[in-house]
């Protein structure tokens, strides 16, 4: 219901928009437009990828890896993971409900997704090159380290 309301306030908004400035309303959903195409490779990938897996590893398999039973060892391999991956956030937040529809614990995806999100294994060298490598190494253990007060969080407030 509450998705119904928010699209309802978008449509009220864009409408008024449009009796406002007509030229800056179609000008913003031009790049609106440009935008959602560059970001649909993406998000296809990545949300066929995840399918793919949720195919071949039944809820069971994922469960005994990422689920709840799987304990810190499940929290530090999700870390780990998403430490490592470079996915946009309009992705990594669908993927993780799949997951979790499919058996995942949420102290794991919790972890994930806090790496995910904070950790830049990938973006690494770039950052380096504009912060230097001692406050890039010192960021990301930090956040790392961070992932797991979350996911231990979560734990606690979802048990």
């Known amino acids: 219901m509450s998705s119904y309301i928010m699209y309802l306030v978008a449509v009220t908004l864009?409408?008024?928009?449009?009796?406002?400035?007509?030229k800056k309303t179609k000008k913003a959903l031009k790049k609106a437009w440009k935008s959602f195409n560059n970001i649909l490779?993406?998000?296809?990938?990545?949300?066929?990828?995840?399918?793919?897996?949720?195919?071949?590893?039944?809820?069971?398999?994922?469960?005994?890896?990422?689920?709840?039973?799987?304990?810190?060892?499940?929290?530090?391999s999700s870390a780990v993971v998403g430490a490592v991956t470079l996915i946009p956030g309009f992705v990594a937040f669908p993927t993780a409900a799949m997951l979790?529809?499919?058996?995942?614990?949420?102290?794991?995806?919790?972890?994930?997704?806090?790496?995910?999100?904070?950790?830049?294994?990938?973006?690494?060298?770039?950052?380096?090159?504009?912060?230097?490598?001692?406050?890039?190494?010192?960021r990301n253990i930090l956040a790392f380290v961070f992932c797991f007060i979350v996911a231990y969080i979560i734990g606690k407030v979802v048990a």
Do not use: N
Request: aromatic share 14%.
């Open 100 to 138: 979790l529809e499919s058996g995942a614990g949420y102290m794991q995806i919790g972890a994930f997704i806090s790496a995910l999100m904070m950790v830049g294994v990938i973006t690494a060298p770039v950052e380096i090159k504009y912060f230097g490598k001692k406050l890039t190494i010192i």
């Open 41 to 76: 490779p993406q998000f296809l990938g990545v949300i066929l990828f995840v399918g793919i897996l949720l195919s071949i590893f039944d809820a069971e398999f994922i469960s005994k890896i990422i689920g709840a039973r799987s304990g810190w060892i499940g929290v530090i």
């Open 14 to 22: 864009l409408i008024i928009s449009y009796y406002k400035d007509k």
